[in-house]
């Protein structure tokens, strides 16, 4: 059975950086496609991008090309997320999800790491 | 961007009662359009996808429909576990979220 699991939630000061991992088993690891979403308090859900495990190929949405590097390592099956130049605006729940079967629907996924960001 | 508009905010039922949430898309998306449930501190479940498909272990008391730009989720007769917020999913273009339908207790 596919499982995810993520790190543990972070505190970080404005303009630092943080890294978010993503372990998984139970399935073929290079066979599909990583997504990374976050969730900010009380709000809806907002897609930031993926990665191929097989290729290392990612595909960022534009609000956070620049800002935002997703990575993997076979050996661990693990994915990452790692985001710089953090504002309060960042803080939320950043989910790591598999897709469902092929295409970009997600499941399934992690549990979620709080990130706040706070002086 | 295609934006996805949900109704109602919030649904306030009877358990055994049946829910109807609406998704509406800004533009056409076939039928690439997925449903989740998120309980509080819950990470989402994948409900349905292709508009109409039920994931792996889901209740058939979960049912999805439409095409183009109009969807529908039912929920016939709620079991207590299924008050939620119930978010619906485009994948035509890069993926976008509904602002959510919350079903609550009545």
């Known amino acids: 059975q596919a499982q995810v699991v993520q790190s543990k939630e972070e505190l970080k000061e404005p303009g630092a950086s943080v890294k978010v991992s993503c372990k998984t088993s139970?399935?073929?690891?290079?066979?599909?496609?990583i997504h990374w979403l976050r969730q900010a308090p009380g709000q809806g859900l907002e897609w930031m991008g993926w990665?191929?495990?097989?290729?290392?190929?990612?595909n960022y949405a534009q609000k956070f090309q620049g800002r935002v590097t997703m990575s993997r390592d076979m050996s661990t099956t693990t994915a990452y997320m790692e985001m710089t130049s953090l504002t309060s605006e960042d803080t939320a729940v950043y989910y790591c999800?598999?897709?469902?079967?092929?295409?970009?629907?997600?499941?399934?996924w992690g549990q979620g790491t709080l990130v706040i960001v706070s002086s | 961007e295609i934006v996805l508009t949900q109704s109602p905010a919030t649904l306030s039922l009877f358990p055994g009662e049946r829910a109807t949430l609406s998704c509406r898309a800004s533009?056409?998306?076939?039928?690439?359009l997925a449903w989740y449930q998120q309980k509080p501190g819950q990470a989402p479940r994948l409900l349905i996808y292709d508009a109409s498909t039920r994931a792996t272990g889901i209740p058939a008391r979960f049912s999805g429909s439409g095409s183009a730009t109009d969807f529908t989720l039912t929920i016939s007769g709620l079991q207590p576990e299924d008050f939620a917020v119930y978010y619906c999913q485009q994948r035509s273009s890069w993926p976008t979220f509904g602002g959510g339908t919350k079903v609550e207790i009545k």
């Open positions: 533009q056409n998306i076939n039928i690439y």
């Open positions: 139970g399935y073929d690891f290079s066979g599909y496609y």
């Open positions: 999800a598999r897709v469902y079967i092929t295409a970009p629907y997600f499941g399934p």
């Open positions: 990665i191929n495990p097989k290729s290392g190929g990612t």
